[in-house]
């Protein structure tokens, strides 16, 4: 009986360390620094909010591709640019993060704080 429980808070714990830490090869970004990147023309910029939240509050050069579509559009991305997504909080954009590493992205920056930072 002891030993599954051992083994069960072992799978709880393993789940919320994979939940949590950040993506391996992600890059967490301030506002400033993407507010910085936004000058180069060069990078992808990916907002992962739903339509309605970027209708109401969004900025320049996001693109809205909510995070619910984002695995079906990635063939529209470029895998040698950099890709700079965002969302609300930065909860969204760090699933959208691992989504775009698993699709082969290599060079991906996630906004911390997303738009709720944004000053």
Sequence with gaps: ME???IIILV????????RFLPVKGVMNISIEEA???SKDGN??????????EFKANHKKPF??????SLANKTDSLDKEKEIVVICQS????????????KQGF?????????????V
Excluded: E
């Design 106 to 118: 290599q060079k991906i920056s996630n906004v911390k704080g997303g738009m709720s930072a944004w």
């Design 43 to 52: 990078i992808q910029f990916i907002d992962v909010r739903t339509p309605g």
């Design 35 to 37: 507010k910085d990147k």
């Design 11 to 18: 799978l709880v714990i393993a789940f919320f360390i994979t």
């Design 3 to 5: 030993f599954i429980q």
């Design 63 to 68: 693109t809205n591709i909510p995070l619910s």
């Design 90 to 101: 930065g909860m969204r954009s760090m699933k959208a993060a691992k989504i775009l590493k």
